[in-house]
């Protein structure tokens, strides 16, 4: 008999997992279901900007053969100077891998890296494409809390709590995925300085660090610490509406010493797939000169701005949620008074909701959030389509209260 091997029993993804597929079932039967399980803007209207277009149409005969296993040379370029302008210090072409998604690239750095047995600090609540990477490499996810009382910043305090012998890296998600958090620098430094006492090698996904409000500011984590071994993640599935191009990039920063190894595992992996998709390669130039086609969605007036304010106007005045504005990204993450409104499971909740609403929200626990009181709710409906929604769930919750 063919079973599943053992290290997937404990792989998941909620963001498609039941609760979607429910509402996939209601859809095939006629209803009308709005999926804010995942960050996909390209399926609310979000259309691809004229700069990647042109880029495309013009270089597509570049395209045909396989590209140098990192990348294409103009598209590493622009991604060397991006960081380079960010602060990231000793950056080198050979640093800088492409790949077919930020989910293809943690896979090989987590497989160049990590030992069975080994542990990787993360995040809580955490994208779950980390965590179950982790768990692929029969390795430990071990998670440390992040404080919604303070804006939902690391507590580095937990994180010292749970260091042990066999603690071999520590995880940021800055921008954070699913709370929005934007972490200043302060913040940073005192993670890293726990890598430093400890010999961490460190993990910063930055893919949502061009989507910022109200003139907030993105610090890398790389370049706080030229003397740390930094794995920087980013890409443009968010920042420039092309999730389905699959765009995603990796550098690597610090001491030369300390990532020679690391450079050599990745880059026998890098040769084992021979390259990353080589037409998303062709916009990478001309989307890092473009900022304007991403600035445009944020500031006021802007799809993403008008509808986080449509969002949060209407949970603002729901009896029994709180909810931390997002800085970041597309994402909120609000609290639900558990007592109140009769909560024990939260994916029996969101399944509830789905039914009584036809709105698919992705409940904490499928975050590795471990009280069932959580919702994320993706933001990318207009902004009128997003309000009628919040103002369903507000009718649905309260009605629920006991």
Not at 11 to 17: E, F, L
Not at 27 to 33: F, I, M, T
Not at 199 to 222: K, N, P, Q, W
Request: net charge neutral; glycine share 8%.
């Amino acid at each position: 008999m063919t079973t599943r091997a053992m290290r997937m029993r404990d792989v998941r993804s909620d963001i498609r997992g039941p609760l979607f597929e429910e509402a996939l079932r209601m859809q095939a039967e006629g209803q009308d279901v709005l999926k804010l399980n995942t960050g996909n803007p390209g399926t609310f209207g979000f259309g691809l900007p004229d700069s990647l277009r042109q880029a495309l149409l013009s270089g597509m005969d570049r395209a045909v053969p396989y590209s140098d296993l990192r990348g294409m040379a103009d598209a590493r370029q622009a991604i060397l100077s991006y960081h380079q302008q960010k602060g990231i210090q000793g950056l080198a072409m050979n640093d800088i891998y492409l790949g077919n998604g930020v989910s293809e690239l943690a896979h090989m750095a987590l497989t160049a890296l990590l030992n069975p047995g080994d542990e990787m600090l993360l995040p809580a609540p955490c994208y779950t494409l980390w965590s179950n990477t982790v768990r692929l490499m029969d390795a430990k996810p071990v998670f440390y809390r992040c404080d919604e009382s303070v804006g939902w910043y690391p507590d580095a305090e937990d994180i010292r709590r749970k260091l042990t012998p066999r603690t071999r890296a520590l995880l940021i998600i800055n921008p954070n995925n699913p709370t929005g958090a934007l972490y200043p620098a302060p913040v940073l430094e005192e993670l890293l300085d726990i890598a430093r006492q400890h010999g961490l090698l460190v993990f910063s996904d930055e893919i949502y660090d061009r989507l910022l409000f109200d003139g907030a500011t993105h610090t890398s984590t790389a370049s706080l610490a030229p003397d740390l071994p930094v794995i920087t993640m980013n890409g443009l599935s968010k920042s420039h509406n092309v999730c389905g191009f699959r765009c995603g990039w990796m550098v690597v920063s610090g001491p030369r010493k300390q990532t020679k190894e690391i450079l050599t595992g990745l880059t026998q992996l890098a040769a084992m797939r021979l390259c990353a998709n080589t037409l998303m390669q062709l916009v990478v130039p001309a989307a890092l000169q473009d900022n304007e086609s991403t600035q445009a969605m944020v500031r006021p007036g802007g799809r993403l701005y008008e509808q986080r304010s449509a969002t949060l106007e209407v949970l603002g005045r729901t009896q029994g949620v709180s909810v931390v504005p997002n800085a970041a990204a597309f994402y909120l993450f609000p609290k639900l008074d558990t007592q109140l409104f009769g909560i024990t499971d939260d994916r029996a909740f969101a399944m509830d909701l789905l039914h009584a609403t036809n709105v698919l929200v992705i409940p904490g626990s499928g975050f590795e959030l471990d009280t069932p009181d959580h919702l994320r709710i993706v933001m990318l409906p207009e902004a009128a389509q997003l309000r009628r929604a919040m103002e369903r769930i507000k009718q649905y919750l309260d009605g629920r209260r006991l």
